[in-house]
């Protein structure tokens, strides 16, 4: 998407932010107007947010869970609900962030030059020698799972690709790294190159910014009770930290039905 962006805007000249919702922005200065008039030298990406390289300062987005993006060639002035912000930019086509579904959480940032804002949280990225190196010596006693989708500890991997990287890798979604072999080790940093990589490929097919139906891409993960596209058994899913996880039995667990933690908790 961050390609997409720089192919619609990137080389122009910023000309301003619209709010269309309060709680978008989550920076109190820079103000956006200061950087009016500045290049756009690129549109680039660390983790799961997008940034609008404006030469020294930086305006970053986030688009959560539901945030979604549109290229509007000709630019627009509409205040379409629910939206959070217009990114406009002389002579080209403006750049609209708006949510889809209840989850009002996607928001932006105006950093100033040398301020990395959220950034300065982030891990490394998923293909960097960095993430190599802790999956393979790493003594992580969390899940695999919870370990890839948190930001800290490798940036931009969401749940989506989580799923299918530990079906990819056969791994069970309870798997800690510090108890997986170094063969397991070896297939999951496989497992994080080739989704991830498969997953660009998909990703670059895509014209405009996001639309509002992008689980299309995945090849477990949102799939429950669809047969696995390697053995062929239904995929199943399993919650635990309020998420739902697909995973394939005989692929990833030895056959073994996963227990559903919260269910049970309730039931008990
Ligand atoms: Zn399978």
């Known amino acids: 998407m961050a390609e997409r962006l720089e192919a619609a805007v990137g080389g122009s000249t910023f000309a301003g932010a619209t709010a269309l919702q309060f709680s978008g922005l989550k920076t109190f200065a820079p103000a956006a107007e200061s950087l009016v008039g500045r290049e756009v030298v690129g549109v680039g990406r660390r983790g799961k ?32 609900k629910p939206a959070v912000v217009r990114f406009r930019f002389d002579g080209r086509p403006s750049v609209l962030l708006k949510e889809f579904g209840t989850e009002r959480r996607a928001g932006w940032w105006v950093l100033a030059e040398g301020d990395d804002g959220p950034l300065a949280a982030l891990g490394p990225e998923p293909l960097s020698d ?15 799972h919870t370990l890839l989708r948190d930001q800290r ?22 798997d800690t790294l510090a ?5 397991e080790r070896a297939a999951l940093l496989e497992a994080v190159h080739t989704v991830l990589d498969e997953g660009l490929v998909l990703e670059r097919k895509r014209a405009g910014g996001l639309p509002t139906k992008i689980g ?15 053995c062929g058994a239904d ?34």
Do not use: N
Request: proline fraction near 7%; aromatic fraction near 8%; include cysteine.
């Open 130 to 144: 960095e993430f190599a190196e802790l999956v393979t010596t790493g003594k992580d006693q969390r899940r695999v």
């Open 235 to 268: 995929l199943r899913r399993v919650s635990y930290e309020s998420y739902e996880v697909t995973y394939c039995p005989p692929c990833q667990t030895g056959g073994k039905i996963l227990a559903d933690r919260r269910l049970s908790r309730l039931v008990r």
């Open 49 to 80: 947010f997008a940034l609008f390289e404006l030469g020294g300062p930086r305006i970053a987005f986030h688009l959560s869970q539901g945030g979604r993006v549109d290229i509007e060639d000709p630019p627009k002035t509409t205040r379409p």
């Open 179 to 183: 108890g997986l072999s170094a063969d």
């Open 216 to 230: 299309d891409h995945f090849t477990v993960h949102g799939r429950h009770g669809t047969p696995c596209p390697r």
């Open 153 to 174: 500890t490798v940036a931009g991997i969401g749940r989506g690709y989580a799923d299918d990287i530990l079906h990819r890798a056969q791994l069970s979604p309870y």
